[in-house]
């Protein structure tokens, strides 16, 4: 054998042994079940056992389905995965936005928020619209409804917040700011 065919032998299998370090490193850190894993499928699609299938949105979300219970994660950058809550409450930051906190600084933007109590929002596109346990407005998924400059974070962007990952529906506020929706 020349040395060259056994260089070459010898980076493949370094890059093959690397490679499975990662897959493993990804599985352990996206709280993947390992054991289950059948198959990585390059359209960044995982197929498991029992009906148990995971995606990979490469834009802002990851989801593990097993039976009826679906659990989604947020990425956002800087925050890494984390998982929507429905109606739960988000730790995100020790001292997050409330009603007697106005305004605050959080994430590179301003925040302020807005009551539906006041204006009540019935001409927003808000899939699953409802209020969440921390009086957000959120959707189906969890994310927190925001209102913000078009040219600042379009319509559909997703941002972190003081009060959790939040996705832009509404506009109406000024350049850098981020206007919560809130039912306080």
Known sequence: MKIGQIANKKVISTFVCCMCFLLVLYC???QVN???LNRLE???SLAMSNAEEVIIDTNISL???KGLDEIKFAEVSGFGNIPLQYSGLYNVSSTPLSQSRGALYFNGHKETYYSERVLPGTG???PGRHVADDGTIR???GYISVAADP???PRGTVVMTSLG???VYDTGCAYGTVDIYVNW
Request: no cysteine; hydrophobic share 35%; charged share 25%.
């Open 28 to 30: 352990t850190l996206s």
């Open 34 to 36: 390992i054991n289950k």
């Open 42 to 44: 390059a359209s960044t």
């Open 63 to 65: 989801s593990k389905t």
């Open 124 to 126: 927003l596109s808000i």
């Open 139 to 141: 959707d189906e998924e």
């Open 151 to 153: 040219s600042f974070l």
């Open 165 to 167: 990952p939040a996705r």
